[in-house]
């Protein structure tokens, strides 16, 4: 029997996994707050439902993508949340980036209902949601995720089952940890190389063949030589992800010196009022400290 689908969210990234997820041929169910962000997945075929709690009433399997840990409470546990009609021997699959801890805490609550939960959370942007090409970090139960290994390959090509509840989490939490350093590094390249009086396009084609190329340096290192900043990843969700590794960080009184060092230059850049750009735009605080105007190549 095909697995009855919701999912709550339909955002930059939850838009097209939901599309990917409808034309595979699995029945969608969609929640959005914004009753226009469902109106392309009705168009293709979706139904909409007009509370987190109508949905999964006819779901098997709901999946969220909402912006941060208290948005998932609510979606979930909240007075209209999936808990209040989910039936025993569903799943809730949280395609969000929160909290470990947070994560844990929903599970437990899910599994007093007899609901299962996988925190999934993701990396390849809007690009990846498109093409159904994202990496996939996944913390659980195994049997739930093998139940759940037929949808994740739609939306996929790189899927972990890393350990149990929260360990997805954790997961993309040392993700957007790197991935923030990486651009940083980037970024402080390209202001020596311009303030070198070398060109900084020149330097990243150089790179590339080196150890120090990197998915990163290909996409990220061109957006930054191009001021193409339209968002595949806003800097503001990734100053909420920082914010929960400095968090997780805390918990167990963990130092992580890079990370606090990055978190400023994207607080400095979302404090600027650029929270709506890629985060990539981070090399302009760093072009800014130095003084420097790096020029398009």
């Known amino acids: 029997m095909t697995e009855r689908v919701g999912y709550i969210g339909l955002g930059l990234m939850g838009r097209p996994v939901a599309l990917n997820l409808l034309r595979a041929g699995y029945p969608v169910a969609v929640y959005a707050r914004r009753e226009s962000a469902a109106l392309p997945l009705v168009a293709?075929?979706?139904?909409?439902?007009?509370?987190?709690?109508?949905?999964?009433?006819?779901?098997?399997?709901?999946?969220?993508?909402?912006?941060?840990?208290?948005?998932?409470?609510?979606?979930?546990?909240?007075?209209?949340?999936?808990?209040?009609?989910?039936?025993?021997?569903?799943?809730?699959?949280?395609?969000?980036?929160?909290?470990?801890?947070?994560?844990?805490?929903?599970?437990?609550?899910?599994?007093?209902?007899?609901?299962?939960?996988?925190?999934?959370?993701?990396?390849?942007?809007?690009?990846?949601?498109?093409?159904?090409?994202?990496?996939?970090?996944?913390?659980?139960?195994?049997?739930?995720?093998?139940?759940?290994?037929?949808?994740?390959?739609?939306?996929?090509?790189?899927?972990?089952?890393?350990?149990?509840?929260?360990?997805?989490?954790?997961?993309?939490?040392c993700n957007q940890l790197i991935v923030a350093q990486m651009m940083a590094a980037i970024g402080e390249a390209f202001v020596l190389a311009e303030a070198s009086g070398?060109?900084?396009?020149?330097?990243?084609?150089?790179?590339?063949?080196?150890?120090?190329?990197?998915?990163?340096?290909?996409?990220?290192?061109?957006?930054?030589?191009?001021?193409?900043?339209?968002?595949?990843?806003?800097?503001?969700?990734?100053?909420?992800?920082l914010r929960i590794v400095r968090e997780a960080a805390a918990e167990m009184d963990l130092s992580l010196a890079g990370t606090e060092m990055v978190s400023e230059y994207v607080d400095a850049l979302v404090d600027g009022g650029q929270g709506e750009l890629d985060s990539a735009a981070l090399v302009t605080v760093l072009a800014q400290l130095s003084g420097v105007t790096l020029h398009k190549t």
């Open 44 to 173: 293709a075929g979706a139904t909409a439902y007009a509370s987190p709690q109508a949905l999964a009433a006819v779901c098997d399997i709901v999946f969220i993508n909402v912006s941060d840990s208290p948005d998932v409470e609510a979606v979930v546990l909240g007075e209209q949340g999936v808990i209040c009609s989910a039936r025993a021997g569903s799943v809730v699959v949280d395609m969000s980036t929160i909290s470990p801890s947070v994560t844990r805490f929903i599970a437990d609550k899910l599994s007093l209902k007899g609901i299962d939960m996988l925190d999934a959370p993701v990396s390849g942007g809007t690009i990846g949601a498109e093409a159904g090409s994202l990496s996939v970090m996944v913390g659980g139960k195994a049997d739930v995720f093998k139940r759940l290994l037929p949808l994740f390959d739609v939306v996929g090509e790189n899927i972990t089952h890393v350990g149990g509840h929260g360990a997805g989490q954790v997961a993309k939490a």
């Open 198 to 241: 070398v060109d900084p396009g020149k330097v990243r084609e150089a790179l590339m063949g080196g150890f120090a190329g990197s998915r990163i340096l290909e996409v990220h290192g061109q957006r930054m030589l191009d001021s193409n900043f339209e968002p595949g990843f806003k800097a503001r969700l990734h100053q909420k992800d």
